[in-house]
């Protein structure tokens, strides 16, 4: 009887330990192959676990980077963002945040980050990170801000022509009814700095010479 009761306890324990290992593999098979980068750190930053993505996206190797913390491979102006969150990680809730990263070969990358608190029976033991590569985004936002910007300066370029085209319009309509060249004449000072408001100069017509310009 003892032998079958051991015999049982050992079967079981084999069956858990079995059924642990087997959801280890599962964890890990997930952690590897996950579609995002994904992390776990130290609580003064530095990696000590990543996926094989994180190394794909940054150039470094998992050995490089288990030496390294997230403000390494920031660029230069998210240097002081990254060490922020890295210190503010543990009297925190999950922080999200976007960062610029610089890749092994000089690239930049933009992340999305998402990270939270580990802990051990209430005490805190580290930070899990998980890193979106947002690039493609980024770079689309920027471009549509260029394309906008440049659709406004157009818009605002045709305004002013479609202005100046009226104004033109409305001198030469009083310049045919003027029965004196003084009449004329204030009929063009009053028009030019309309048409031409960022320009300056003096109006001037050609003498009965042809050769010589009168200021007027």
């Given at each position: 009887?003892?032998?079958?009761?051991?015999?049982?306890?050992?079967?079981?324990?084999?069956?858990?330990?079995?059924?642990?290992?087997?959801?280890?593999r599962r964890y890990r098979d997930l952690f590897e192959n996950a579609t995002a980068m994904v992390y776990t750190a130290d609580l003064g930053?530095?990696?000590?676990?990543?996926?094989?993505?994180?190394?794909?996206?940054?150039?470094?190797?998992?050995?490089?980077?288990?030496?390294?913390?997230?403000?390494?491979?920031?660029?230069?102006?998210?240097?002081?963002?990254?060490?922020?969150?890295?210190?503010?990680?543990?009297?925190?809730a999950p922080l999200l945040y976007d960062i610029e990263i610089l890749a092994k070969d000089g690239n930049i990358v933009f992340l999305e980050?998402?990270?939270?608190?580990?802990?051990?029976?209430?005490?805190?033991?580290?930070?899990?990170g998980v890193a979106r590569n947002i690039t493609k985004r980024k770079q689309a936002e920027v471009a549509l801000a260029v394309a906008n910007?440049?659709?406004?300066?157009?818009?605002?370029?045709?305004?002013?022509?479609?202005?100046?085209?009226?104004?033109?319009?409305?001198?030469?309509?009083?310049?045919?009814?003027?029965?004196?060249?003084?009449?004329?004449?204030?009929?063009?000072?009053?028009?030019?700095?309309?048409?031409?408001?960022?320009?300056?100069?003096?109006?001037?017509?050609?003498?009965?010479?042809?050769?010589?310009?009168?200021?007027?």
């Amino acid at each position: 009887v003892t032998g079958l009761v051991m015999g049982a306890a050992i079967g079981g324990r084999r069956r858990v330990e079995d059924a642990l290992q087997q959801r280890e593999r599962r964890y890990r098979d997930l952690f590897e192959n996950a579609t995002a980068m994904v992390y776990t750190a130290d609580l003064g930053g530095r990696f000590t676990s990543l996926n094989k993505l994180m190394e794909h996206v940054t150039g470094y190797n998992r050995e490089e980077l288990c030496k390294m913390s997230l403000a390494d491979l920031a660029a230069p102006p998210y240097v002081e963002l990254a060490n922020e969150m890295i210190a503010r990680q543990p009297h925190s809730a999950p922080l999200l945040y976007d960062i610029e990263i610089l890749a092994k070969d000089g690239n930049i990358v933009f992340l999305e980050v998402n990270t939270r608190l580990i802990s051990d029976e209430g005490k805190a033991t580290g930070i899990q990170g998980v890193a979106r590569n947002i690039t493609k985004r980024k770079q689309a936002e920027v471009a549509l801000a260029v394309a906008n910007r440049t659709l406004m300066e157009r818009v605002t370029e045709l305004e002013a022509r479609n202005s100046q085209i009226l104004l033109l319009s409305d001198m030469g309509n009083l310049l045919q009814s003027c029965l004196t060249a003084e009449e004329a004449y204030r009929v063009i000072a009053t028009f030019g700095p309309k048409i031409f408001p960022a320009e300056s100069g003096a109006r001037g017509v050609l003498g009965p010479s042809k050769n010589l310009v009168e200021i007027v």
